[in-house]
Structures are given as C-alpha cells and as structure tokens.
C-alpha cells in the first residue's frame, strides 16, 4: 500500500467545513476591504513597474530575513515562526488540492518526507519559535515593544493551533497505527499517550480537536486584516512595491505649477501607497530604537508619527481630542501630530534602513513639512532664517560675515591660496564644489583648504566656482520649500552649463546626494564623486603618498548622507587606515547603523531654545564618542562636523576628543 | 484707508564684509554680482501696514519704489505677501539722487497716485543710513510726521503709535493723514510669503512711472546749492588683527583699555 | 531757498541743545564741542539753542561752561512739552535772525527727527549720523564724514551753505568745563503758531532699566561659558547697566540656565551690532560671531588664549574675567559720570 493517508478521516459531515470558510472569507474580505477603501483615497502614484525587480526583492527578504536578522534573537524566532507556518501552509495546499481538485501528491514518497517528516518539523519550529516570541515579548521586553492584549491572543492562539495540530496526529495514529507513524516524529510520539485510552474514545477527542483545530484556524485566518496577523500579507506585499528608486532620491518631484495643493495637510493628500505603508507597520519599534531624536532622551517617535496617521486613518483618535478634527479628514499636524514633531526628524534614514516592511517614514514628513511651509507660511522662526537667506543670499548661512571665498586666505590673511576659477573657457577635470557649509563656517574652512592643497600635491587638473557657487538646494528641499528648491536647481544648472568639467568633487555628503541623486529628477546627469573615494583614489594611484602616520587612537563618525543614503562605509575606513598606525576603534553605532550628529533635515538651524543638553541629539553621539576613548574623531561631512565639535565642546570639559575632517588628516599626514 | 509704503531696494547689508568694495571714481559701492534686497526696515513698515490690514476692513496698501529696474524685485516681495498694489518709479541707471531728490520724485507720486491715509517709510535705508527721506517727504507733503515708531493703530480715523526714544516710550496721536517712519521689533519681522501667493504675484501688473509722467526733471532733482556732493567714499582703514592688551596686571589692562576704547570714541 | 552770503564775516555755527529734564544733556555738550572745534578754522563764534517751557534759561551758564558763545533762549510755557512743529517754528526764526552757516544737532530721537524738516524749510543741505567734521586746509571748506553701508565705508561730503548736520552720539568730545567762559544771552522772543491739532503727545512710559533691546542697544557686554554660573553672570549684568548696555549671552549660558533664551546672541538667536561689543568669557564660536559680528568694536576679555574670539575682536584681555570685570565697572562709572 502506498503511503498517503485519509485525509477527513474520522470526520463525519465535513462540509461544515465549507460553511465555515464561507464564514471566514467573508469576514476576512470584509477587513480587506476597509482597509483597502481606506487606502484608496490617497492619491495615485506608480508602483507597479518592473514587476520581475521587485518580484525578486520581495522574495529575498521575505525569504533570507535580510532585515529581520539584524535583530538577532527576533530574526532567529521569527524565522522559526515564519518558515514553520510557510511549510505548513503548504501542506493544507496539498490537502486542499486533493480534497476540492482531486489532484492527489500526497501520496509515497512526498508524503513521507514532506506531508509527514518535514510537516512535523515545521510544526515543532513554529512552536519553538512561538515559545521564543512569547519569552520575547513577555519575559525579555524589549524597550521598543508595545504590548497590549491581542498580542497574547494571537501568541496562545498559535501555539494552540499548531499543539493541536500535533494532538490530532497523535490520535489519530494512535487509532489507525499505520505503519508510517514514524514518519512523523512528534505525532507518534503523542500517539504514545492516546494509546492507553480506548480507540472510541480517542476518535471522538480526535473529532472534537479536528473541529476546535478547524474554527480556530479559520478563526485566526478571519482575524487577519483586523490584527496585527495582517503583516504577514501586507508585509511582503509593501516590500514589493518599494520605492525602485535609489535611497538618494528622498522625496518625489512637486508640479508647482499644477499641484492643487502643495505638501500635504490631510491623510487624503498622501498616495494610496503611503497610506498603505500605515497599515503595513507591524509596531516592531525598530526604527525609533535607532533614531537618534527619540535615542537622545526627546518623546518623539517614528513609529508614534505611521501609528498616529494610521489611527487618524481608521477613524478613531489615539490621544483624547474633543474636536472633530481627529476624524480621518482633518488635518493632521497639532491634531495626530504634535507641531513640533514635525521639524525633529533629521532625515537620517536610520528608521527607514531597519523597517523590516520598508516603510517610508521621511517622506511622509516632507510632505507635511511642504504644506506648512509653502502653503501655510508657518514654520519654525529658526528654519525661516535659512530660507529667507537663500532666496536673497543663495546660502543659507543667515548672519555669517563670511564670504564664499575668504578660506581661500590662508589663515594668517595674507597669503592668498592659489585655485583655478572656473570659467566657460577652460576645461578641467575635476570641479571642487566647497558648499556652503564649509565655506561659510570658520571651523570648516580648514576642510576646503585642505583638499586644494592634497588635489595640488597628487597634479589633479582642477578649479572652483568661488563666488559663482550657489547652495546646492537642500536644505531648501528638506525643510520643505520646493518652489525655492526647484528655482535653486536652475540656477546651478545655469552655472553648470557655463563651465567644462568631467567629474564634480564635493566633500560634504549632503551636496553629494544631490548632486548624484536628487539633481537627476530635472535631468541634471552629473559624475558625482566624494572626497573620501577620491582621496582613497589617489592614494591607490600613488599620487598622494602618506608619510606620518598618526598614533593617536581614532573612531570614524559615518555620515548619514555618505553612509545610509549612498552605501559609502569603506572608502573613509581605508583612507583613515591607511593615514593611521591601525589604532582605529568603531563606535558602538557605525556603519547602517550609525548615529546622525543631528544636522541633517534643517537640524543644524533648529532652535535649542529650552532643549536639556542631554536631549540633544550631537550630544548624546558626543557621549557615544567619548566612550571609546579615542583621542580622535574623523568625520567626512562638515555637517558632523559642526555639530559634533559643538557636541562635544558642550561636554567635554577636559578637551580629550579632537574633531577633524579625514581632508584635515590626510593633510597632516602628507 | 489708504496706506503707501515707501520700499528701497538696496545692497544686501549683510553683506561679508571681504565681499564690499568700493568704485573710488564711482563714489559708489561695488555691486557685480552682490544680493539686493528689500530694505529691513522697509520690510517692518509693510508687516506694519499688514497688520493694520488684518485689523481694520477696507484697508488698501501701495507698496511705492523708486528705483532701477530690479527694484520690481521688492515691490514682487510686497505683492507675495498681499500688498494690493505695486507701484515703480523707474530710475536711470546713471542718475544719483540725494534724500532731496528722492523725496521730491516720492511726493510727486503719491500725488498722483492720489488721496493718501498714511504713508510709512522704513526709518532709514540700510545703504546709506541716512535716515532723511521720509521726513523730508513729509515736509514736501506738507504732512505731520512720527519717526522711529514700533507699535501703530488707528482709532476712530485717528492714527495712535508707540515711539521709543532714550529713555522710554512715547504714546503719540496723530489726526490723519500722516506720514511715520518704522524701526524694527520683535512685532514688526515680516511674515514668510505663501509660496502660491508667491506665484500669483509675478503675475500681477505693476504700475510704472517715469520721471517725465510725474513732471520731475533731473535739474528739479538737483535742489539748487543743497544737493549732497560726496567729495569722497572710502574704505575704513581696519586691521583685523586683535589688539591683546598687555599690562602688568589687571588695573593696568583695564586702564589702558579704557584708553582705547576713549581715543575710538567708542566710551 | 535762500543762499546765505559767503562773504558775512563772524558767522555762527548754531547748535540745537538736546535736553533732558530740563538740563541739557552730554550729547548736547558733545555738539558744543564739536563746533567748538571748528571755531578757529571758519572764524565763527558757537551759538547754542535752548527751546523749552518758561525754567529753561535757569542752566545758560551750563553752555557758557561749556563753550558756547551766544545762548539763544526761548521760553515759553507753550514749548512744554515737546512738540516738533513748534521747535520747528522757533527755529526757522532763529535762524532767520542769525543766519547760520551750520546747523548742528544731536542725532538722538528729537534731533533726527527735527533736522531734516529744518533744512528742507530753509533749504540747506542736510548729512546725518556725521561722526567727524573737518575743514580742508586753507580753506573754509567743510567736510562731513559718516558711516554707510552698515560701517563698511566712509562717506565724505562737502557741507553747503547753509548746512544742517546731525551728529552721532559719543563721536565728539566736549570742552573741559571751565565755569570762568561767559556766553551772550539772546532771549527770542517768537508768536507761537496755534496748531489745534497735529501730532501730540499722549502719554510718556518710562523705562524699566533692565529693558534695553539687545537688537538695538548701542553697547552689549555679553557673557558665555566662561562665567562658569547663574550668580555669576550677575557680574555682567553690573557692568551691563554701568554702561547703560544691554545684557547678551552666547547659547552656552542660556543653555545653563543662567539667563533667559532671549538673551542670546548668535546665529540661532539675536544678530545685534553695536557700537561696543563686550564678549566675557565666550569662545567665539561661528554661531556666535554670526549674531555680533556686525559690532562696529568688539572687545574680548577670556582666559585661553587660543579662543577664537580674539580673531574677531579688536580689543583683547587675556585674562580671567574675575579680575578684570569689577575694576572695569568701577572705572567705567567714574568714565561715563
């Protein structure tokens, strides 16, 4: 006889069985259904392109865990849970194929080493990994954990529904004894307790559990788009239709001349996807355990501003408001969104590097930032300063005495350093673009002096635009003012016409992301390098040779612009390498992971006006610094540079932590 | 009720100090590629007369310039933040004027532009700190004037202002019309225009005037022997260099400082 | 518009006399002075103006001290308080009876006001914020020197006549005082206008000392980390209102809560530019000489030699603060009385 067994055995008037599916899938498509109506009233927006791509990444992820992992002991149970329930839901596919389609692989050498062997396994790791769950969220208890009742409905409810599964197989090999028992290892092993009972009487329990094991099954199925169950669809299915973009293009273009409204105010002027993305948050708290804002002590959260929206979205307030502006249609920010939440987010990217569902937290801001900026007028008195000076000034520098040319004198005044102007005549191959912020900042004046000096000494046929540079745009980006950002683009693109070079040289990573990324949205097409990669490039040609190699003990501070934006974490560890005797120590957070000096999205012009030192976030990476005992903190942003010498400055009394620029310490060390 | 404010488009004050240079034989400051802007505390006098706006129904404000063509720049700043009406004075590029000249070519404007409420002048340009003109245009008008107000409202058709002076704050009345000059504070920045109004407001049509439309002529310009004659602009001589005052000991440093401080006639 | 004529021998240089509760002010010293000076080069005897209500002759000897020459007084009751339309009237006579060649004024809030309608009824030339005034060698040339563009450049123009000019605060010296000059008395005796209506005064809110607005305040001394605690900082706020300054901070102090955010200056905080910047024990960070670098003088008094603020300043003491902050105050006091 071939091994298979009987599938219904033992189960009289299964077609109830039926009119409890009917039940589920009506409840079921119900739930989908609300949520997909509240989903349709954003607005359009395309992701449905390059299907094979995004096929293909889904599966990856959903498939190697690449973002679940990261937090070791989650991934390891969820991987359990997770390729458990895939492996039995397979199974039940089988069942159902033959049950309703009369096609029938459930039978020799499958169902021994599938439907049997590798079912019982997939059972006992899904048990596993729900008994890791469950010491997870109720014994270990993460900081980042939210836990509320359906929680432990959905944890008892799958270990019920799997411990069931495994009884029912012990009664029923225990009634049958087919010879294939061993095949499933755990059934047999729970069939030895039925054995000692009468057969009648454990068909009737084997009965009984097949129906309870049915309903709560369905049951659970039905709950499904009303519970946090729901990410296993939603979740895959966001990762999907991700944006196929690179992380350098933060935020869509804006049809100033077109768009009805400008930003958005209301949940129905976001897209249908971002709305999507609400629903898609399984609460994991990943993405506020590494922001920076909330990690420095402020009540912030990430993970508080989708689950706020997605609240709003439902229909129901989180916070006790009277007012009817809580109802979906109102407006969200001092509503959902307290108003200063708004201007916090650094636009770091660490929120959205570890969502394991991809959600797109930033853009959600800018979009709300751009309707309060543009539409409304109304925004921060410190984040007004640099806007109005770059609609006058071209730099957002407001109050600076500073002229774009004057690190050009050296720092005794006289002598002037010699660079090549760029002019409509001349070709160079490389175009130094300073920006505005080591231009314009004394302490980071160095940084461009610096790089001339190392272009000179390796022969790099290059020259700046001096006067002629106008800011990049992006802090007018970020803040929210697309019409000036947009007004700022032409401008440089007029400056870019008028000049001949093959490769744009910058040294702060914000300018470099824009240049790279974001210019590229108004067909700007430029080559686009950072001083880090350069400089290794030049030390790998040879044409810059380092003699000194500094002893002190150093810790790199990774940007967020070079790091999470563009995937640039070697180049600046090599050049420091290669500049020092190895006595390179990393901070507790670097890499993907590292933690934003707090400069980027318009925080190097926020207030800190009633801000406690510790809450601020340069100081608490000023903190982080410090920890490592390193003599020496090198950076390649003069953002983070700014910040973190104030950082720094602000708590280190004794002097002990030096901020350069890896410019800075490559100069020194020629 | 109707409001003139008086706008000078000037040489960014703010301007880095490496950056400013002077034309010795233009007597002028260098402009090349230098921002200009509106004039700060023109920019005080039109959030004032917005404010006034906001209050009182049926208020109508003129922004007023005299100046090149890229003036049109401030008077589009007026329009973005919902001036009602723009008007340019188109000024030759080569033709100086001094405060004489320039509050006649304002008067001979606001004449025509007709019955006039209230005019509000910032209290001086940020280019040439003069602070003249909008007295003397008061003079040309034949109309009371208040300078340096912070604080302004219109009580039963009454103009009521807060002036600081040393010493305090003075609370004046004046019947209308009137002409007053704006100093800066906190109640007075000038709001961030929204960006659509912003838009609209390339849109709107600016009204135009030449010297000629208003029967001025360069010679009227000129007030006979009064005219300011520059004989010279230069540069401060100015070494960055710190003077670190040297004593043997702390009263001798604090007296040679005060010394010093005396002979710049700082103290 | 009448030209005076060149030729008239002894002219006068007029000076409208600022006054304060009745006595004149040092401003108004200051321009006694600084016509004084010019006394010998034009051949011209210093004429001082007092309008005022009935008590205000009671001080002439005060200008006499002072160097003035002539002292014209009108008194009347109908000059207090002060309305500009009247001081107006008076003057024009004045001036018709003496026919100036200089017009000076104070450029304080009365003067600035009153100038420029004065020159333009008597059609003079008019210069103000003049913070010197030379006379070309050999000549009768009057030059008038004055800040534009922020302080970035000087302006020099020829005085016409005649020629109204407002002069900066604290850029002349008065005479020594020597109670032995005399000075002619001219009372002026003028029809007051009726002016039944006009602008006038309401009501007068004196100051709260501590209310000096750092935006505006002509001298800020200014405190950082340097001061090391909130009852220290009171040490700045003494010199502070010594020099009748306004109190500034880098965002260091407000941060430690020694004084409110509103004291701070700096690129997040208030941009200022004064004529005397005192900066006690700040760094110099960018942030912070963004918001004061605009100070026509700074002055830096820090311990750590290196502190960038000593490249911004134009002055500076090395030197602990604690030793340097009460005697400065003492000597300032004695200065400024």
Same mark, same amino acid.
């Given at each position: ?109 499958? *169902?021994?080493?599938? %439907? /049997? ?66 095949? /499933? ?88 996807? %971002? ?14 355990? $590494?922001?920076? =804002? ?17 609240? %709003? ?78 609609? /006058? ?10 002229? @774009? ?13 010699? =660079? ?11 175009? *130094? ?113 380092? $003699? ?15 790091? @999470? ?98 410019? %800075?310490?490559?100069?020194? /060390?020629? | ?267 | ?80 308080? #002060? ?48 913070? +010197? ?63 039944? +209506? ?78 005397? #910047? ?41 030197? +602990? #603060? ?16």
């Amino acid at each position: 006889m071939e091994p298979t067994r009987e599938i219904y055995w033992n189960i009289a008037n299964y077609g109830y069985l039926y009119v409890l599916l009917l039940i589920t899938v009506a409840i079921f498509s119900r739930g989908v259904y609300r949520r997909y109506r509240a989903w349709m009233i954003g607005q359009e927006e395309k992701r449905f392109d390059q299907i094979l791509q995004r096929l293909i990444i889904t599966l990856k992820h959903v498939f190697v865990h690449i973002r679940i992992i990261r937090y070791p002991y989650s991934g390891a149970f969820h991987f359990l849970m997770f390729g458990g329930m895939v492996l039995l839901f397979f199974g039940t596919v089988v069942v159902f194929l033959k049950a309703d389609f009369g096609l029938d692989i459930m039978h020799g050498g499958f *169902y021994l080493y599938f %439907q /049997s062997l590798a079912l019982d396994l997939a059972g006992v790791s899904a048990l596993l990994g729900i008994i890791m769950a469950g010491a997870q969220r109720y014994v270990r208890k993460p900081g980042r954990y939210r836990t509320e009742i359906p929680d432990a409905v959905i944890l008892m409810g799958l270990f019920v529904l799997v411990s069931t599964g495994f009884l029912i197989e012990g009664a029923r090999l225990s009634v049958i004894q087919d010879s294939w028992a061993r095949w /499933s290892p755990v059934g047999h092993f729970i069939s030895g307790f039925f054995n000692s009972t009468n057969a009648d009487v454990t068909a009737g329990i084997h009965r009984l559990l097949w129906w309870f094991h049915l309903t709560l099954a369905l049951a659970l199925f039905a709950y499904v788009p009303y519970s946090k169950l729901f990410h296993f669809l939603l979740g895959p299915l966001n990762i999907f239709l991700q944006s196929m973009e690179p992380k350098g293009i933060t935020v869509k273009r804006l049809d100033i001349e077109t768009a009805e409204k400008f930003g958005a105010q209301i949940l129905p002027d976001f897209s249908w996807k %971002q709305l999507f993305d609400l629903d898609a948050c399984t609460e994991c708290g990943r993405c506020q355990d $590494n922001c920076p =804002v909330t990690m420095a002590g402020k009540s912030f959260s990430p993970r508080e501003v989708i689950l706020g929206m997605r609240e %709003q979205l439902r229909g129901s307030g989180r916070r006790e408001k009277e007012n009817d502006e809580s109802q979906p249609m109102g407006p969200l920010i001092g509503n959902t969104l307290p108003e200063d939440w708004l201007w916090l987010c650094r636009t770091c990217r660490a929120c959205m590097e570890e969502c394991p569902v991809f959600i797109e937290v930033i853009p959600k801001f800018v979009e709300l930032r751009r309707f309060q900026v543009m539409e409304e007028a109304d925004y921060p008195k410190t984040l007004q300063a640099p806007i109005e000076s770059l609609e /006058s000034r071209g730099h957002p520098y407001r109050g600076t005495t500073t002229s @774009r040319t004057d690190w050009l004198r050296n720092g005794d005044g006289d002598t002037d350093i010699d =660079v090549f102007m760029l002019n409509d005549s001349t070709a160079v191959d490389v175009l *130094y673009w300073v920006g505005c912020t080591t231009a314009l900042n004394e302490e980071n004046m160095g940084i461009a002096r610096n790089i001339c000096a190392l272009l000179k000494t390796a022969g790099v046929s290059f020259g700046i635009l001096g006067d002629d540079e106008f800011c990049c745009g992006e802090p007018a980006r970020r803040i929210g003012n697309e019409y000036l950002f947009e007004t700022m683009v032409r401008q440089n693109m007029e400056t870019f016409s008028n000049c001949k070079f093959k490769t744009l040289l910058t040294n702060c990573p914000h300018c470099f992301n824009m240049f790279k990324h974001e210019y590229s949205q108004f067909g700007v097409e430029l080559q686009v390098v950072h001083h880090s990669e350069f400089l290794l490039k030049l030390i790998n040609e040879k044409t810059l040779n380092i $003699n000194d190699k500094k002893t002190e003990m150093m810790t790199y501070h990774d940007p967020c612009y070079l790091g @999470r934006y563009n995937d640039i974490y070697a180049a600046p560890r090599d050049v420091i390498d290669i500049a020092s005797a190895g006595n390179r120590i990393e901070m507790d957070r670097s890499g993907d992971r590292s933690f934003c000096c707090g400069g980027g999205g318009g925080g190097a012009w926020l207030s800190e006006e009633g801000e406690p030192v510790p809450e601020r976030v340069n100081v608490a990476r000023a903190e982080q610094a410090l920890a490592t005992g390193a003599s020496t903190m090198v950076t390649a942003c003069p953002f983070c540079m700014m910040m973190m010498r104030d950082g720094i400055n602000t708590i280190d009394d004794a002097g002990t932590l030096e901020v350069v620029d890896l410019a %800075q310490l490559i100069g020194e /060390s020629i | 009720m109707k409001i003139v404010v008086c706008m000078k488009h000037i040489l960014d004050p703010e301007l880095p100090p490496s950056s400013f240079e002077i034309e010795p034989e233009k007597k002028q400051a260098k402009i090349g590629k230098h921002a200009f802007v509106l004039n700060p505390y023109d920019e005080n006098a039109l959030e004032m007369a917005l404010q006034l706006k906001e209050k009182k129904e049926d208020v109508q404000i003129t922004a007023l310039v005299y100046g090149e063509t890229k003036a049109e720049e401030s008077l589009r700043r007026a329009l973005g933040v919902l001036a009602d009406e723009a008007v340019h004075i188109v000024q030759e590029t080569e033709q100086q004027t001094d405060a004489y000249g320039t509050a006649k070519v304002l008067a001979a404007c606001i004449n025509a532009i007709g019955p006039v409420d209230l005019i509000m002048c910032g209290r001086m340009a940020g280019d040439w700190d003069a602070g003249l003109v909008g007295s003397l245009l008061a003079e040309a008008l034949a109309l009371p004037s208040v300078c340096f107000i912070s604080g302004l409202e219109i009580i039963e058709g009454r103009l009521r202002v807060s002036r600081q002076v040393e010493g305090g704050t003075e609370i004046l009345e004046s019947p209308l019309p009137v002409l007053v000059t704006v100093t800066n504070d906190e109640s007075n920045v000038l709001r961030i225009a929204k960006v659509r109004d912003v838009m609209k407001a390339h849109r709107k049509p600016i009204q135009q005037y030449t010297l000629k439309d208003l029967d001025v002529s360069v010679s009227d310009l000129e007030q006979q022997g009064a005219y300011e004659e520059l004989r010279d602009l230069y540069l401060p001589v100015q070494d960055n260099v710190c003077e670190i005052i040297e004593g043997e000991g702390p009263e001798e440093k604090i007296d040679a400082l005060l010394t010093k401080l005396k002979a710049q006639k700082i103290l | 518009m009448t030209i005076v004529n060149e030729g008239a021998v002894m002219s006068e240089i007029l000076v409208y006399c600022s006054q304060k509760n009745g006595r004149v002010t040092k401003a108004g010293f200051e321009a006694l002075g600084a016509a004084q000076a010019l006394v010998e080069s034009l051949e011209c005897a210093v004429g001082a103006v007092l309008i005022g209500g009935e008590g205000v002759g009671e001080h002439v000897q005060e200008l006499a001290a002072y160097g003035a020459q002539k002292i014209y007084v009108c008194a009347n009751q109908h000059l207090e308080p #002060y309305r500009p339309e009247m001081h107006l009237h008076v003057l024009e006579e004045i001036f018709n009876q003496v026919k100036p060649r200089l017009l000076l004024f104070i450029a304080d809030s009365n003067g600035r006001e009153l100038a420029p309608r004065m020159a333009f009824r008597i059609g003079a030339g008019i210069a103000s914020e003049c913070i +010197d005034l030379s006379v070309t060698e050999g000549t009768s040339e009057v030059l008038i020197h004055k800040p534009v563009y922020g302080g970035k450049a000087i302006a020099q123009m020829v005085a016409k006549s005649p020629q109204v000019i407002t002069l900066r605060e604290r850029c002349f010296e008065p005479l020594e005082k020597d109670d032995s000059r005399r000075a002619d008395t001219v009372p002026i005796d003028v029809a007051l206008p009726e002016i039944s +209506d006009g602008v006038q005064l309401v009501e007068f809110v004196e100051e709260e000392f501590t209310g000096v607005k750092l935006e505006e305040a002509q001298i800020i001394v200014s405190g950082g980390r340097g001061i090391g605690g909130k009852d220290q900082f009171k040490a700045i706020e003494e010199l502070a209102e010594t020099l009748k300054a306004a109190v500034g901070s880098s965002r260091a102090a407000v941060d430690a809560g020694w004084v409110p955010p509103s004291f701070q200056v700096g690129q997040t905080g208030k941009i200022v530019a004064p004529d005397l #910047y005192v900066a006690v024990g700040i760094s110099g960070a960018s942030q912070h000489l963004a918001g004061m670098s605009g100070s026509k003088c700074i002055v830096a008094i820090n311990k750590d030699p290196d502190a960038p603020i000593f490249k911004a300043a134009q002055f500076g003491i090395v030197e +602990d #603060y604690k030793k340097i902050l009460p005697g400065l105050k003492t000597k300032v006091k004695e200065l400024l009385s």
